[in-house]
């Protein structure tokens, strides 16, 4: 029974209303084939038929025929018959898209009836069809639209520094930050590639980076560090993380997110300069200086040379600082620097030491007259006065020289050259001694004092003093720092720098500072409980590298931390960069270790130690401590204060709290505080002071008379 016309029009209705709630083309193309299904199965009596859809670009044995069909000048409908050999009969309509080319063709197979109306009915579903497929595909380019700006918009008002670029490296868009960074407007940048502004030796490396994370698919990653030209002319070192979202609609690029590594890397480079050579002088510093002196003791070892080292150190230099300034002293030095040099051969290197301490390398030449002449030269360029600013200085000098050969270490030579310039001193100064033997005395001497040290430390006269650690901005006492003294029953009060080397050197360094730090952990749970400290208050104390070192330091520090009743929370370990360097890996696993427990870690002397910054954000750092040298020349001039700058800024951008160390001066702080430090130590609010003095200073900042500070001191 041929379906009537009502049925067909309400069947076709229905088709087009669930057309438009259709999502996609599958959607589209199942509620079409629904609706032929229905009409052809009225049309066709009670004889089967199949409705199906055929792609435009399968290849089907009917593909020929329905073609031929439709070539007889039937636009939507042709009835055709199956062409390989079988017998069929049946219609087919091609369905295009709003281009006009054809996307496949709707296809029933069965004996339709004819007048049924059939072919007209299957012209408008077509119709329908094509309508449908146009809308969705116009929805579809507009939701890409908007969310290809969407996403545009978030690359434009990002704080990160995004920039998109296609396969072929074309520059797409980038955000406002990496604008600002290359200091370039978006519109010189857009369109031409991102290996035009790349250095040519970091092209082939970027290429391999882009190509890796294509092969590696969708989301793949790679880092890469290369030089990028700024506006100025300058190449800086840029890292970046290219991700692969080719295949992510509505982004279709690689997203690249970059950071600027040139503060870095600068600071890098500075510290390398300084590690090497002094700040004051511009000669080589002691570092550099030894590594001279053991390359000339490596090439005498050959054949029967000698090499020497003349040590020399100026007689009372702490009077000069003391009655005309610091100032005059770093002015005094810098003339002695300028006239020592006029004496040296190009092939000996002068470098200062150390304080007002200079040496001299000579190698090659007779020895040891070639020494002897050297020393002579320089200790009468300095007998005549100094003029610095129109002030007279009249000098006088002790020298020592040393010499050496084969299988003698530069450390060697240059503490014989030492114990001979104390020599010097000791029978009156002013003159200049060549080592003996016998000199090595004073070093028996110093074992005595290992022994000493040993029985010391069972006693119980190491102890700690403890120096405010205070909030820049407010002035608060927020920690100390616990820094060891000796109580010498004979010698009085012995300061580290007299009994720290020698107790590393000795391993006593290991009793020591378990002692130190049970007395601290204990005297800072001790001011908790009575209500001096608040909970963020902690004490700090030195770790030196070799206790770093051993096995049990973990299980050691956690033992004394529950014994002593203190909050982990309100300790801090403070490690150098070179002690934390040292056998990295199981450093890093010690420390990460420690922090498991709750400790904070501190990185002291920084600036002075192992200069590759690179693995600074590897450590598990909380504080980094600016050594005092910094905060020092920081008063001195625009390039030191960059240097403190970067400093604090690399500490911010790391998540560290930075601390200056060794503030003296009203002047330092303002300067800290403008750049973003946040927290110091200094003899400018106090020194280390014993225990009693300094629960005075925690109770005197409970009852808010911060001013009770002045009047303390060790
Ligand atoms: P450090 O860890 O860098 O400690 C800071 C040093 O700077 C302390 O010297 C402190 O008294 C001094 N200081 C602080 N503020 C100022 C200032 O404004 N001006 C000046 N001129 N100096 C200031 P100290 O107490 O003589 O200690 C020297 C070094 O001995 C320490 O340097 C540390 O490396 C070592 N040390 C001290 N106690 C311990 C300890 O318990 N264990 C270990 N392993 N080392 C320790
Ligand atoms: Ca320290
Ligand atoms: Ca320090």
Known sequence: MPAGGSERHKVLAECATMLLHAENREGILEVALNAVQTLAAAASGDDPVVA?????????????????????????????????????TGFVAQVRDPSGSRVGFLVVEGPIVDGSGFVGDLRNLCIQVEMALHAAEVADAKIRERSEKVFRSLVKNSSDQYTLISRDLAIRSLSPAVEKMVENRHEQVVGKTILDFVHPDDVADLNAAVDEIVEGGKGSTVKLEYRVRYDD???????????????????????VNSRDNSMRRNLEKELVRREMFDHLTGLPNRSLFLEKAAL????????????????????????????????????????????????????????????????ILVSGGEMPRGAELVAKRAFDVLEDPIVVDTTQYNVRVSMGIAFGGSGMTAEDLLRNADLATATAKKNGKGRIEVFRDEMHEEVVRKLHTATDLRRAIGDGEIEPFFQPIV???????????????????????????????????????VPMGVEILRKSCTQCADWRKQGLVGSPFYVSVNVSPIQLQRDDMVEVVSTVIRESGVDPKSVVLEVTESCAMQHIEEAMERLDQLKRIGIRIALDDFGTGYSSLSYLSRLPMDIMKIDKS????MTGGNEELKIVKTMIDLGASLDLTTLAEGVEEEGQLAVLNRLGCRSYQGYYFAKPMPVADFVEVLAAQKKGAASALAATSN
Not at 60 to 88: I, K
């Open 296 to 359: 000339a003791l490596a090439r005498v070892s050959h054949r029967r040379g000698q090499v020497a080292i003349v040590l020399l150190d100026f007689d009372d230099f702490q009077l000069v600082n003391d009655s005309f300034g610091h100032a005059a002293g770093d002015e005094l030095l810098k003339a002695a620097a300028a006239k020592l040099e006029t004496i040296v051969r190009s092939d000996d290197t002068i470098a200062h030491i150390g304080g007002d301490e200079f040496a």
């Open 630 to 633: 910094f905060v020092d020349r």
């Open 233 to 255: 002319g300058t190449w800086r070192f840029i890292e970046s993380v290219f991700t692969n979202h080719l295949d992510e609609p509505h982004i279709e690029s690689i997203v």
């Open 52 to 88: 199906r859809f055929v792609p435009a670009e399968a290849s089907s044995p009917f593909t020929a025929s329905f073609l031929e069909a439709l070539e007889r000048g039937m636009d939507h409908a042709a009835p055709f018959s199956r062409g390989d050999g079988e017998e069929g």
């Open 471 to 509: 909030n820049v901005g407010t002035g608060e006492i927020i920690g100390c720092e616990a820094l060891a003294r000796w109580r010498h029953p004979e010698r009085g009060l012995v300061q580290p720098f007299e009994f720290i080397p020698l107790a590393e050197a000795t391993g006593l360094i």
